[in-house]
């Protein structure tokens, strides 16, 4: 079992910067990747990032050279700094931890919250 626990989200002008948290406890050593989902209103959840243990990354298309993953192995904590926020970024951003493969989720945070207004 692998709980997470998110912190940093809310309420952003367009073009500013946030940093999301994601706090990992019980087995961590299971965990092969960790990421970022978000979900907006009226849309299905899609992939915001994605870190594995290697240390590779993923990043969809609509956040590259904007947002980063990173982690702090000894906080067994993984970031998601996000600058240029746009309007569009909009929507509740959850933590993911993957166990059984590297990309897919098996266990989710809570949600935060990011609003960017224009």
């Known amino acids: 079992q692998v709980r997470m626990v998110e912190s940093g989200g809310g309420l952003v002008q367009a073009g500013g910067s946030l940093r999301l948290s994601c706090a990992a406890s019980?087995?961590?050593?299971?965990?092969?990747?960790m990421g970022w989902y978000r979900q907006a209103p009226g849309k299905q959840r899609e992939l915001v990032a994605t870190?594995?243990?290697?240390?590779?990354?993923n990043y969809a298309d609509s956040v590259k050279g904007r947002f980063t993953i990173s982690r702090d192995n000894a906080k067994n904590t993984v970031y998601l700094q996000m600058n240029s926020l746009k309007p569009e970024d909009t929507a509740v951003y959850y933590c993911?931890?993957?166990?059984?493969?590297?990309?897919?989720?098996?266990?989710w945070g809570q949600g935060l919250q990011v609003t960017v207004s224009s």
């Open positions: 993911s931890a993957h166990v059984k493969t590297y990309y897919v989720p098996d266990y």
């Open positions: 019980g087995s961590i050593f299971s965990i092969n990747a």
């Open positions: 870190l594995t243990s290697g240390g590779s990354t």
